[in-house]
């Protein structure tokens, strides 16, 4: 088991990031290929269990390490964000499940992170509550000791080739759409099935395909929060943790895409204009390039915000976790969107990787919590109307 501080963390991560995974990035996309070197070389490096506690066999470390982190994997590739970034949502679920119930099970899944062998994943949209992941349809049926599992998955980052899914499902006894449980079912269970391949417009090496689960059995000891108790873990424990996540990979995407459109404007030139570079011959250009980097720093500075809400929790710790995720989905599409006129018909043809940054920025609006349903969250909390 490696044990890494902070430092060291972002360290081993800059060295994979450079070594295996922003060299593969490109293929990967083409093919919708999953990127499972990378994932192999993060746990090797004991980064699968950045978040774990070290009573469990990880490194302990918090959201400001893993926003650091995931960053630094989007600017290498979006789709090997994506992938860790659910593992590590799903992981915090783990980790409360393993606190609260001392269930061996997930004793042994945590342990496996720290070896670098477990990779999880989130499997809450249904395909008919669809981005409102907090109401799903399915409903647990209970058997002698546990639960049957039947759910149509609308999407699930990592399908096959994640060892274990963290599902959602109604309760049993479900009085409302919001009785939810929590189960970790692991990846050997009968009756779990990817439904059909993935390929997206983007992050199309995450593997992000629907699921179907068909009467598959898993016992009391794969049960994660309390009957009932998945909606508050989806809002207290998932929330915060995704949120943050999915910002720093919009916040990644914009760091890559204007070191694309800087390294554009250097060295494109106009031959017939004495050679000058375009960034020399266009201020026009000059002016898109500086409203990215204003944008992407202006994105940086609110995820630092929001780290700090999270580490001192507040009164408006939940508003900065909205906040968060809503303003990074839509300023990775404009900043995505800058460098799309900014590199003009190089961008179209995909080998500055533009294009590639473009298609992947568009996910987070619409991964759930949507951009939109953010929006309407934030609304109605500063009028005092209820969420729910
Ligand atoms: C690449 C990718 C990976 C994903 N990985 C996972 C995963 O690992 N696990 C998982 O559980 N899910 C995953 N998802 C699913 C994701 O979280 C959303 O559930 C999904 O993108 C929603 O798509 P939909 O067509 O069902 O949206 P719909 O719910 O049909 O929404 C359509 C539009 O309506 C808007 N809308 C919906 N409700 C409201 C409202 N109340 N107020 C205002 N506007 C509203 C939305 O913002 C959106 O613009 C993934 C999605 C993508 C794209």
């Not at 096959?160 to 759409?177: I, M, N, Q, R």
Request: charge should be neutral; include cysteine; proline fraction near 4%.
């Amino acid at each position: 088991m490696t044990q890494l501080d902070h430092r060291s963390a972002v360290g081993r991560t800059r060295e994979i990031a450079q070594a295996t995974i922003a060299p593969a990035a490109h293929d990967l996309d083409r093919a919708g290929q999953f990127p499972a070197d990378a994932i192999a070389a993060l746990g090797e490096a004991g980064l699968l269990a950045l978040n774990v506690p070290s009573s469990f066999g990880g490194s302990g470390l918090g959201p400001r390490a893993f926003a650091e982190v995931n960053a630094v994997l989007a600017e290498a590739d979006p789709s090997v964000a994506m992938v860790y970034m659910m593992h590590v949502c799903a992981g915090e679920v783990i980790v409360a499940g393993a606190k609260t119930t001392r269930s061996p099970v997930f004793q042994t899944a945590l342990a496996e992170m720290g070896r670098g062998k477990h990779l999880t994943t989130l499997a809450f949209s249904e395909a008919g509550s669809r981005s409102h992941f907090w109401a799903p349809l399915s409903r647990a049926s209970r058997t002698a000791g546990g639960v049957l599992l039947n759910a149509r998955k609308s999407w699930v980052t990592s399908a096959g080739s994640a060892d274990s899914y963290v599902v959602t499902t109604l309760s049993s006894e479900a009085k409302s759409p919001t009785d939810s449980t929590l189960y970790l079912v692991p990846r050997s269970a009968t009756g779990m099935r990817v439904a059909a391949p993935w390929d997206g417009l983007g992050l199309r090496a995450t593997a992000s395909s629907p699921m179907t689960l068909e009467g598959v059995e898993v016992g009391d000891d794969h049960r994660l929060t309390e009957e009932g108790g998945g909606f508050a873990a989806k809002l207290n424990i998932v929330l915060p943790w995704f949120n943050l996540a999915s910002a720093t990979v919009s916040l990644g995407i914009c760091r890559a895409v204007v070191a694309a459109t800087v390294a554009h404007l250097k060295t494109s030139k106009f031959e017939h204009l004495g050679n000058t570079s375009l960034g020399e011959a266009l201020p026009t250009l000059r002016q898109t390039l500086a409203q990215m980097q204003i944008d992407t720093d202006g994105l940086a500075h609110r995820i630092d915000e929001c780290v700090g809400a999270l580490e001192s929790p507040g009164p408006h710790t939940m508003l900065r976790v909205l906040e968060v995720k809503a303003a990074a989905g839509e300023t990775a599409i404009r900043v995505t969107s800058d460098a799309m006129h900014a590199c003009g018909g190089a961008a179209f043809s995909k080998h500055t990787s533009v294009e590639r940054y473009f298609r992947d920025a568009h996910a987070g609006s619409v991964m759930a919590p949507t951009g939109d349903v953010l929006r309407e969250f934030i609304g109605k909390s500063l009028l005092g109307i209820p969420l729910f």
